[in-house]
């Protein structure tokens, strides 16, 4: 159910050993303004309605209403130059979490896009 690349696991693991972090990695449905949701990452600790999931040397925790609504989660890394960074991805289309826009649309700069 959760699937994380290599190239995701070695920058992940490079950057907690290099910042001395040893905290879980959450998995979180995020407000995407505009664009809607997305699925990102997070520092925390464990909760009681957390799945866990060991891969390599990292814990990821994931809300186990918010896994069941996702499907399978990927966590990828993309080298794009300056917009490098990670894509976490899911199976099934990401449940809504209301609009971030309190205003006006996009086209009309309502929300800041």
């Known amino acids: 159910m959760l699937d994380v690349t290599a190239q995701a696991n070695e920058k992940l693991v490079g950057y907690m050993k290099e910042n001395n972090i040893t905290s879980a990695l959450r998995v979180l449905l995020m407000q995407g303004g505009c664009s809607g949701p ?6 925390d600790e464990e909760k009681p309605s957390d ?4 891969r ?15 499907g399978d989660i990927t966590i990828d890394y993309l080298e794009a130059g300056s917009r490098s960074g990670f894509s976490v991805s899911s199976s099934n289309p990401l ?4 609009s971030g826009c ?3 649309s996009c086209g009309s700069g309502g929300c800041g896009c």
Do not use: R
């Open 38 to 43: 997305s699925l990102g990452l997070a520092l």
């Open 95 to 98: 449940p809504s979490v209301g």
């Open 51 to 54: 799945e866990l999931f060991q």
């Open 102 to 104: 309190s205003s006006g």
């Open 56 to 70: 390599q040397d990292l814990t990821f925790l994931i809300e186990k209403d918010l896994l069941q609504q996702c």
